[in-house]
C-alpha cells in the first residue's frame, strides 16, 4: 500500500447533511496544499446514506462497527495511509483551508498539533457557554496542572499529528474522552507538541449533536484523574495525612481553646479522633496512589517514572515489613502502659478522657502498622515483574 503525505479523517455518525461540503472543503484543502493526500470516512453506523455521500465526493469509507467517536477514530488512524492525520469533525465547523499551518508545525518536527479555537476564533453561536465559559477552560486546566501540558484548548476536534507516533500510543477509549486521552498520552510519551490558531463555526445541523455536555465531561474528567494517580489519590491522601497529624499533636497534650473574636472554642478528644481517622484516611488513600502508580505502569496505562524506581530501590518489601512493625510496637507499648494505669487504679473507673488519649493513638498505630505491613507485600506482588 503506497503511503501517502496526509489523510484528512473524519468521524462519521449520520451526517448526510455536512458530509459532503465537509469532503469538497478537505479535497480542496489537499489540492491547494500540493501534498500527495486522501480523504477518509470512519463510518459508525450511519443509517442516514452517509456513505454513499462520503463515496461519491471522492472520500474513501472506513465501516466501523464498534460504536463511539473515538472508535470511529482509532479504526480511522489505522486505516489511513498517510504519514500524517488531520482530523475534523464532519460538521461543517471546522476550516479545511487552515490545513497548511498544521502541515507547517508537523514540518517543523512536531508530533501533534492543536487547532485552538479560543486563540484564534469562535464565531457567534458557535460553541454553547457552558462550552466556552466552564467545560472546556476548566478541563484542559486541569490537563495543564496535572500533566503539565502546553494546550490551552484540550478537545479542539481539529487537529494533526504524525500516524505513526499516535498509532505507537496505543489509545483505547471510545468515547469523547479520546480527545483528552490522544492529548495526555502523547504528553506522558514525551512527544513534541504544539497548537495553531483556528477559527469554529456553527454546525451546519439542523439534529442535536451526539455531544452531551455533562456525560462527556465527566467522562473527560474521569480520564484525567485516572491517568494522574498524583492528583487523584497522592495530594489528598498527602493533605489528608498532614492535617491529622497537625492537629492530633496539637491536642494529644491536652485540650486546645481557642479564641476567634469574642467566640471560645475548645477542643477535646472528640476533635482528636476524627484527627487520627484523617490520618488513617491519609494513610489509605497514599497506598492507593502507590498501588495505582504501580499497576498503571505495568499495564502500560502510565510511563515509567525514573524517580519512581529510584525510590523502590529504596523502600523495599523488607523496609516496609521493618516500618510496620516499628508501628505495631508503638501501639502496642502505649496499649500496654494504658493497661499499667488501669491495673494501678485498680481496674476500676478513670478519666475518659485520660485514657483516650492513650487508646486512640495506640489503636492508630495498630491499625497503620497492618495496613503498612499487608500494603507491603502487595506492592511487592505489583512490582514482581518489575523487578
Same mark, same amino acid.
Given at each position: 500500500? #503506497? ?9 462519521? +455518525? ?33 443509517? $442516514? ?46 476550516? %479545511? ?13 512536531? $508530533? ?13 453561536g458557535a460553541m454553547p457557554a457552558l462550552h466556552r465559559y466552564l467545560g472546556n477552560p476548566v478541563l ?23 500516524? $505513526? ?12 474522552? %479520546? #480527545? ?13 507538541? =504544539? ?10 445541523? =439542523? ?8 456525560? $462527556? ?23 489528608a495525612l498532614a492535617l491529622g497529624l497537625v492537629v492530633s499533636a496539637a491536642l494529644l497534650p491536652g ?30 488513600? =497514599? ?23 529510584? +525510590? %523502590? ?50 489503636? =492508630? ?23
Open positions: 500500500m #503506497a503511503e501517502l503525505d496526509l489523510t484528512i479523517l473524519m468521524p462519521c +455518525l449520520n451526517e448526510a447533511e455536512t458530509l459532503a461540503i465537509c469532503v469538497r472543503q478537505a479535497v480542496e484543502a489537499i489540492r491547494a496544499s500540493g501534498v500527495k493526500g486522501e480523504v477518509v470516512v470512519a463510518d459508525n453506523g450511519s443509517t $442516514d446514506g452517509s456513505q454513499a455521500i462520503a463515496q461519491a465526493e471522492g472520500a474513501r469509507v472506513v465501516d466501523v462497527a464498534p460504536r463511539g467517536y473515538g472508535a470511529a477514530l482509532i479504526a480511522g488512524i489505522e486505516a489511513a495511509r498517510g504519514r500524517y492525520i488531520l482530523m475534523a469533525d464532519a460538521d461543517a465547523s471546522y476550516h %479545511f483551508e487552515h490545513l497548511p499551518r498544521f502541515l507547517a508545525a508537523l514540518d517543523e518536527g512536531n $508530533d501533534l498539533v492543536m487547532g485552538n479555537r479560543f486563540a484564534g476564533s469562535i464565531e457567534p484542559s486546566a486541569a490537563g495543564r496542572i496535572f500533566f503539565r501540558i502546553p494546550v490551552r484548548d484540550f478537545h479542539c476536534g481539529l487537529r494533526a499529528f504524525r500516524r $505513526d507516533a499516535i498509532l505507537g500510543l496505543n489509545l483505547r477509549t471510545t468515547g469523547m474522552e %479520546f #480527545a483528552s486521552e490522544m492529548v495526555v498520552k502523547a504528553s506522558l510519551a514525551g512527544l513534541r507538541m =504544539t497548537e495553531v490558531p483556528t477559527t469554529l463555526s456553527p454546525d451546519g445541523r =439542523t439534529r442535536a449533536p451526539h455531544l452531551r455536555s455533562w456525560r $462527556d465531561g465527566w467522562r473527560n474528567l474521569r480520564f484525567l484523574l485516572l491517568y494522574s494517580p498524583r492528583w487523584l489519590f497522592f495530594y489528598p491522601g498527602l493533605a485540650p486546645l481553646t481557642v479564641h476567634l473574636a469574642s467566640a471560645r472554642f475548645t477542643f477535646d478528644v472528640d476533635t482528636l479522633t476524627y484527627a487520627l481517622g484523617l490520618v488513617l484516611i491519609g494513610a489509605h488513600i =497514599t497506598m492507593f496512589a502507590v498501588s495505582a502508580k504501580v499497576f498503571g505502569t505495568q499495564e502500560g496505562f502510565l510511563p515509567p517514572n525514573p524517580q519512581f524506581e529510584r +525510590l %523502590f530501590k529504596v523502600i523495599t518489601l523488607e523496609t516496609g515489613l521493618l516500618f510496620g512493625c516499628a508501628l505495631l510496637l508503638f501501639g502496642a507499648g502505649i496499649l500496654v502502659y494504658a493497661i499499667l494505669l488501669w491495673h494501678a487504679a485498680g481496674f476500676g473507673n478513670m478519666s475518659p478522657t485520660r485514657m483516650l488519649r492513650l487508646t486512640l493513638p495506640s489503636a =492508630t498505630a495498630l491499625m497503620l502498622g497492618v495496613e503498612v505491613i499487608f500494603g507491603s507485600f502487595f506492592l511487592s506482588l505489583l512490582g514482581l515483574n518489575r523487578r
